[in-house]
């Protein structure tokens, strides 16, 4: 019988991170439902394992050194590895915010998150991934981070964002350097649609649930999966 996979998904308590969670607790996964906020937290672990998931709250704040190093204890203890990094956790700031209209701290703030907060999690889990057979990093993207669709004229993203869009072109390229640098896991990046959640008042018009499917399949990607690429559920994104 093979290993019980040991996966977390940051940004986990709400939202598509739930759902990527679920997904994967129902392939019988044992996953960490990461959350800065413990109530939140523990009452989406819960939820989950009502549902029949192996799921555990795992207090984590990806803007903070210490509970970052306090979630990498945890499964260090526990496990003493980690299979499954889903990067989901993600604010856009003030959306849409023009470049002419960017302040330093408005664009700190998006970037501590979005771009610092997924390496500094990576980075200080990268010793619990190197001990598992089938390390598998997942940084939630953005159709919104392609430079590509961004310059295409058949392309109508309806506003210009110097903000959050490119905190994902950032975190794009990103993903990239870590596929480079780490030939023995699998690292990629994913867009999950316009779904509809908090992040955009409930505008989007795909489900949590669909918007989850394609960080699911990279999560759990076979030895002769791609690494380094950008996806969604049609396939590759161009950067
Ligand atoms: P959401 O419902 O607002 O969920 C965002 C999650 O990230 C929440 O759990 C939030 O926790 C968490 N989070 C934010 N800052 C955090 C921090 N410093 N530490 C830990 N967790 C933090 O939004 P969503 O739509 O599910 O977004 C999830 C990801 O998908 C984001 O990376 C977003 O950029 C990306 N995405 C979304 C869409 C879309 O259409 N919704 C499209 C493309 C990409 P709290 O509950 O504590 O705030």
């Known amino acids: 019988m093979s290993e019980q996979t040991i996966a977390l998904v940051t940004g986990a308590n709400k939202g598509i991170g739930y759902e990527i969670a679920a997904g994967l607790g129902a392939l019988?996964?044992?996953?960490?439902?990461?959350?800065?906020?413990?109530?939140?937290?523990?009452?989406?672990?819960?939820k989950l394992r009502a549902n029949?998931?192996?799921?555990?709250?795992?207090?984590?704040?990806?803007?903070?050194?210490?509970?970052?190093?306090?979630?990498?204890?945890?499964?260090?203890?526990?496990?003493?590895?980690?299979?499954?990094?889903?990067?989901?956790?993600?604010?856009?700031?003030a959306w849409p915010t023009a470049p002419s209209a960017a302040t330093p701290a408005g664009l700190r703030e998006v970037l501590d998150t979005n771009v610092i907060g997924v390496v500094r999690v990576t980075n200080a889990m990268l010793p619990l991934l190197r001990r598992s057979a089938r390390p598998r990093i997942v940084n939630q993207s953005s159709h919104l981070s392609s430079l590509t669709l961004q310059?295409?004229?058949?392309?109508?993203?309806?506003?210009?964002?110097?903000?959050?869009?490119?905190?994902?072109?950032?975190?794009?390229?990103?993903?990239?350097?870590?596929?480079?640098e780490l030939t023995g896991m699998k690292v990629n990046g994913c867009c999950p649609g316009y779904v509809a959640t908090d992040f955009n008042d409930f505008h989007g018009h795909e489900t949590p649930a669909n918007g989850a499917k394609i960080a699911i399949r990279l999560a759990t990607l076979g030895d002769d999966g791609p690494t380094g690429g950008l996806f969604d559920d049609a396939g590759t994104v161009p950067w």
């Open 52 to 93: 029949g998931a192996d799921a555990f709250f795992v207090p984590l704040d990806v803007t903070d050194d210490e509970s970052v190093a306090a979630a990498v204890a945890l499964f260090g203890g526990r496990f003493g590895r980690l299979d499954v990094l889903v990067n989901n956790a993600g604010i856009a700031g």
């Open 151 to 180: 310059t295409s004229p058949d392309v109508d993203f309806g506003d210009i964002d110097g903000v959050y869009m490119p905190s994902k072109t950032f975190l794009n390229a990103v993903t990239v350097q870590y596929a480079k």
């Open 28 to 46: 019988g996964a044992s996953v960490g439902v990461g959350a800065r906020d413990a109530e939140r937290g523990e009452e989406a672990a819960a």
